[in-house]
């Protein structure tokens, strides 16, 4: 075998560790990627502390009607016991009932992914009903993190391992610091720049340094974001239960810094947040009460607002 063969054979594996590794971003790009829902009885059921079972949840997404994020639970809960062709089945009936929403279209295509039967040496990693899911979701928001990553993992699996590399670092210069699924894709980024002789360890400094380190940065009194073990908790429950997770703790942070505002990492990770969430309206107000509260720092505090896009 020529070394040209042995480097392709080897990024071919790496391509399909990197797949086996896919459900922790996504498990964690749904703590950002949260969909509008507005709970119902399954959000009953989680309060009350007892847990649905895959019945129930199937009994209430046939009964839901025109409810996408039952059927969104349902998928959720068939893949966390790795059922995935029952997940993507559950996730097709989602989209048929809401087609607009993103985080919908990136899961399916991860189930899709996963449940691809990859035992024949040919076999296709990536199948094209995943990749058109994943087109679909990035029409709809070019940021989603999920499909994003499956993206990159195409183009590594195709070859373009110098791309795939690319793609990850732009992922991970969008990704907030302390996301769940940070360090998976720190990880990714440096496998594949191992096995194919890229280096890449200067340009992952160079994205850290353009990031503001959020959850390790210096607070003032108790002024703090969501902890890496409560964003990991919202990653762990049903996307219909995530947004109100999700929005009370960027409120507890909102709170404190109307209490300490002399806090300008609080307010650059308030700025975040609302971004997160859909709210560019909210990100801006932010950031004037943060140049308003912190004049000294208004040069960095737009510096930041402007990498997150707020206008």
């Known amino acids: 075998m020529t070394e040209a063969e042995s ?6 594996k790496a391509g399909w560790i990197l797949l086996g590794a896919a459900a922790l971003l996504a498990a964690g790009s749904v703590a950002y990627n949260v969909m509008d829902a507005d709970g119902g009885e399954t959000a009953d059921l989680v309060a009350g502390n007892d847990e649905p079972t895959i019945e129930e949840l199937r009994k209430l997404a046939e009964a839901s009607g025109d409810d996408a994020g039952a059927w969104g639970d349902l998928a959720y809960a068939y893949f966390e016991q790795g059922e995935f062709a029952d997940a993507a089945a559950a996730y097709e009936k989602a989209v048929e009932i809401d087609a607009g929403a993103a985080i919908l279209w990136s899961a399916l295509g991860e189930a899709r992914v996963m449940a691809n039967d990859t035992s024949a040496p040919d076999a ?8 058109e899911a994943f087109e679909k979701a990035l029409v709809l928001d070019d940021s989603d993190p999920r499909a ?3 993206m990159a993992v195409k183009k590594d699996v195709d070859g373009d391992h110098a791309g795939a590399i690319a793609a990850w670092l732009d992922l991970l210069s969008d990704t907030p610091p ?6 998976n894709l720190v990880e990714t980024i440096q496998q594949v720049g191992a096995i194919n002789d890229i280096d ?6 160079a994205v850290g340094d353009g990031r503001m380190p959020v959850a390790n940065a210096p607070t003032t009194g ?3 974001g969501p902890s890496e073990a409560e964003l990991a908790a919202a990653g762990s429950i049903p996307p219909s239960e995530q947004r109100t997770m999700a929005e009370g703790m960027v409120a507890q942070l909102e709170a404190r810094l109307q209490t300490e505002p002399q806090n300008p990492d609080g307010w650059v990770m308030l700025m975040r947040s609302r971004m997160t969430l859909g709210e560019p309206e909210k990100a801006k107000a932010a950031l004037g009460a943060a140049i308003a509260a912190n004049p000294d720092q208004a040069d960095e505090l737009r510096r930041q607002a402007q990498m997150m896009g707020v206008q």
């Open 7 to 12: 480097k392709t054979e080897g990024s071919s």
């Open 200 to 205: 890449v360890t200067q340009r992952l400094a």
């Open 222 to 224: 108790n002024v703090r």
């Open 148 to 150: 994003r990553y499956f």
């Open 124 to 131: 296709d990693p990536l199948p094209a009903a995943a990749m």
């Open 178 to 183: 302390g996301a769940p699924w940070e360090q």
